[in-house]
């Protein structure tokens, strides 16, 4: 009997901080529901440039890089590819319709070495900097090989003076 009580305490405990979560996650999604849905790529897009099979890691305000968007099937990390056209570029993110970031809302792409809740090694992420709607945002992937999907993304962004590398900060 003397380990019911503890135990009920440390369960009482786990329950609020999930509750807490829960309720955090879904004010975040309420804040972002104004947010547009992502375009579905149109019927006649190019030849496909350069396909590559990513991991998507996250989607953040650019100004506020620990600030994940949590709507429109950006709020989770999953497997997906990455197939860049003339037109702009379709991510397909495991689970979710695929996506079509056209070239005009293109602002920009670099490396970063770490986003929200991962880091990794030294210019290891790939990001692509666009507009959603009228918000600037970052999209993270993790690619096995980011040289060339950083090359091949590059002709995408306007031709203007943009960071390529966000470290930390």
Known sequence: MDKVLPALVI???LVLVFVGLGFGWRVRQRRQAGLPALASPPESLGA???TDDVFYVATTRSDAPTD???VRGLGFRARASVNVVAEGLVLSIAGQPDAFIPKSAVRGVGRATW???RVV?????VFVRWMLGDTEVDTNLLSEDPDTLLTVLAPLAPARTFPTERGAA
């Not at 090694?121 to 992420?125: A, F, N, V």
């Open 115 to 117: 986003t929200i809740d």
């Open 11 to 13: 369960l009482g405990f």
């Open 48 to 50: 496909s440039a350069f």
């Open 121 to 125: 090694g030294r210019d290891g992420l």
């Open 68 to 70: 994940r968007i949590a």
